[in-house]
């Protein structure tokens, strides 16, 4: 292994764990991790909630489910060693409806598989105690549920890169990927880096980038913009934790809710809207290049043909205050439209198969020197830790 050269293309938060899981593990490895951008943790990693997740949601025996919550502990641990934000604030799921109350207790059952810490049922009168303005039928609540800062976490892995001889590489963009006798040459405007391996973890362009390493084109990216609220701070004192909606399982995003962030603000969001560009952040944000890639992919059709009535609505609240903070109302009815501001946004990078399915479990392709995180949704940044452990056992041949 000594005096081996692994590139990392991508340095959001999962290139860079794997970038310090492979400095950790092989001693004498030389690691490399290019990014396009002039920073660390730009595009998903620098828009996300900042929720470390607890594994409620995830299919039992999935990738997302184990990583989570091994990934969730050793996050944990990793920001209380290096004096990181972690607030375990809570987090409350609840159930509105009683259609809402049926999957509630599918979720109980799917949370306790998955060996989700400290989960308990409460009913409406302990959602109050936990949440005095929130209302609902019933909840899960998961105490173990936190909050973080994932940009400061990716600086601080990037750090651990480069102090133990590794080097992140700003503004190379990648733009081809040749195999040669005895390992490959990652080629870019800024010039040329040779190495023995190299692993893809570019978040919104990963499927363009595994491709130039000959990667097949499924799944590809869809890009999907997820705008955020922010609660005025007359009225952040509402809300004590995180407060999420009982999932749809036919749909992947969660929905709107309320999080506490550690700097003490609360966002309400995000939607989901198709974005028309890949790193499409605003609304008038266009690519024709990223247009065509949509429209040119079967499965984009196949999935505008099941979730049409799903994205108009989504792409109302775009337009509407009042209609992106109805939902989010029926779970905390004292902030209204008046009491929020728009915020930011982040462009969920969503895999879909050619048959028109969204891709749900993160997937991971290995073609002979070439590893490429082909999908890396949440529970990413909380899994990060367990992602990197997981790719470097793959490519130890674990």
């Known amino acids: 292994m000594a005096d081996r050269t692994i590139g990392i293309v991508g340095a959001g938060i999962v290139g860079l764990a794997i970038g310090r899981e492979l400095i950790r593990r092989r001693s004498g490895t030389r690691v490399v991790v290019m990014e396009k951008e002039d920073r660390v943790a730009v595009h998903q990693t620098g828009h996300n909630s900042g929720v470390v997740h607890a594994g409620i949601y995830y299919q039992p025996g999935s990738l997302k489910a ?60 302990e959602i109050r105690d936990l949440e005095p303005h929130a209302t609902g039928l019933a909840a899960l609540y998961s105490p173990k549920t936190a909050i973080t800062d994932y940009v400061r976490i990716a600086e601080s892995f990037a750090g651990d890169i480069t102090a133990a001889g590794g080097e992140v590489r700003f503004n190379f963009p990648v733009t081809g990927v040749a195999r040669s006798l005895g390992g490959l040459t990652v080629t870019s405007p800024a010039g040329i880096v040779p190495v023995d391996e190299l692993i893809v973890c570019a978040g919104i362009q990963s499927d363009l980038v595994a491709r130039f390493a000959g990667d097949a084109a499924e799944p590809r990216i869809i890009p999907f913009r997820g705008e955020y609220m922010r609660v005025v701070p007359a009225k952040t004192h509402l809300i004590r934790g995180l407060i ?9 995003f969660l929905g709107v809710h309320f999080t506490r962030r550690v700097d003490g603000s609360v966002e309400v969001g995000p939607n989901a809207v198709l974005a028309t560009a890949r790193e499409g952040y605003r609304l008038r944000d266009f690519s024709p290049r990223d247009v065509a890639g949509i429209a040119g992919w079967p499965g984009s059709w196949r999935m505008a043909g099941r979730h049409w009535r799903t994205g108009i609505r989504e792409l109302y609240g775009s337009f509407s205050k009042n209609a992106y903070m109805r939902a989010a109302r029926r779970y905390v009815p004292e902030i209204g439209p008046a009491d929020v501001v728009r915020a930011g946004a982040g462009v969920r990078a969503q895999a879909l198969d050619r048959d028109g399915s969204l891709v749900d479990d993160f997937r991971i392709h290995r073609l002979g020197a070439v590893t490429a995180v082909r999908n890396a949704p949440s529970p990413a940044a909380t899994s990060s830790m367990a992602i990197a452990e997981h790719v470097v056992n793959v490519l130890d041949g674990r």
Do not use: F, H, Q, S
């Open 244 to 252: 999420y909606p009982v999932p749809d399982p036919r749909y992947p």
């Open 66 to 125: 184990l990583m989570c919550t091994r990934g969730g502990a050793m996050l944990r641990e990793y920001c209380n060693d290096r004096k990181l934000p972690y607030d375990e604030c809570g987090k409350l799921v609840v159930a509105v409806t009683p259609d809402d109350v049926t999957r509630l207790d599918a979720l109980a059952a799917r949370a306790g598989i998955n060996l989700v810490p400290g989960l308990r049922r409460v009913g409406a009168d």
